[in-house]
T-cell receptor
Framework: DTEVTQTPKHLVMGMTNKKSLKCEQHMGHRAMYWYKQKAKKPPELMFVYSYEKLSINESVPSRFSPECPNSSLLNLHLHALQPEDSALYLC??????????????FGPGTRLTVT | GDSVTQMEGPVTLSEEAFLTINCTYTATGYPSLFWYVQYPGEGLQLLLKATKADDKGSNKGFEATYRKETTSFHLEKGSVQVSDSAVYFCALSLGGNTPLVFGKGTRLSVIA
């Protein structure tokens, strides 16, 4: 099973709302990622968690707050977003072994619209 | 820095035509190379990969060979179908905590 699930599939929120995106995988992967993808662009990396610890934060604004409560779950908490934050948010996971490269498996994404 | 360059799209082909999407890379180390496909309204799916020079990745009739001498990883398919219409991303990874580096993507449209 190489499935990464994401909920919700679509989300519309106002600029004063607080919402969360959820990602789950049961492949035993120890690295999980959040990406942001704008229309007709490649995904842009936001955060990387390795063994449930934040290892990369690509200078993402603090209105995006990631959380990794356990090895299977990854959340992205959203607060006071701007309309330009509207995008497809993708979660991915991969095995993590030092010195080796493994492919990332992506979820279907959450389509976020900020009004 | 590390980068991936893909041919600009969109590419429009008739069904059963031969497909080539060019991909070249620049990397400071010895990367692994990937092709991902994104169908409309969906996330990215791994299509194929290659981890060392002269490796050939293949899946669903698609192939790509890791050419170190030309720093290329071109995607090919002998006979495309309408269902292959999607955006194709070439990507590299140097492993460890380094993130995937994506090309800009190539949109393929196959018409019946």
């Amino acid at each position: 099973d190489t499935e990464v699930t994401q909920t919700p599939k679509h989300l519309v929120m106002g600029m004063t709302n607080k919402k969360s995106l959820k990602c789950e995988q049961h492949m035993g992967h120890r690295a999980m990622y959040w990406y942001k993808q704008k229309a007709k662009k490649p995904p842009e990396l936001m955060f990387v968690y390795s063994y449930e610890k934040l290892s990369i934060n690509e200078s993402v604004p603090s209105r995006f707050s990631p959380e990794c409560p356990n090895s299977s779950l990854l959340n992205l908490h959203l607060h006071a977003l701007q309309p330009e934050d509207s995008a497809l948010y993708l979660c991915a996971s991969s095995p993590r072994r030092t010195g080796e490269v493994y492919e990332q498996y992506f979820g279907p994404g959450t389509r976020l619209t900020v009004t | 820095g590390d980068s991936v360059t893909q041919m600009e799209g969109p590419v429009t082909l008739s069904e059963e035509a031969f497909l080539t999407i060019n991909c070249t890379y620049t990397a400071t180390g010895y990367p692994s190379l990937f092709w991902y496909v994104q169908y409309p309204g969906e996330g990215l799916q791994l299509l194929l990969k290659a981890t060392k020079a002269d490796d050939k990745g293949s899946n669903k009739g698609f192939e790509a060979t890791y050419r170190k001498e030309t720093t290329s990883f071109h995607l090919e398919k002998g006979s495309v179908q309408v269902s292959d219409s999607a955006v194709y991303f070439c990507a590299l990874s140097l492993g460890g905590n380094t993130p995937l580096v994506f090309g800009k993507g190539t949109r393929l449209s196959v018409i019946a």
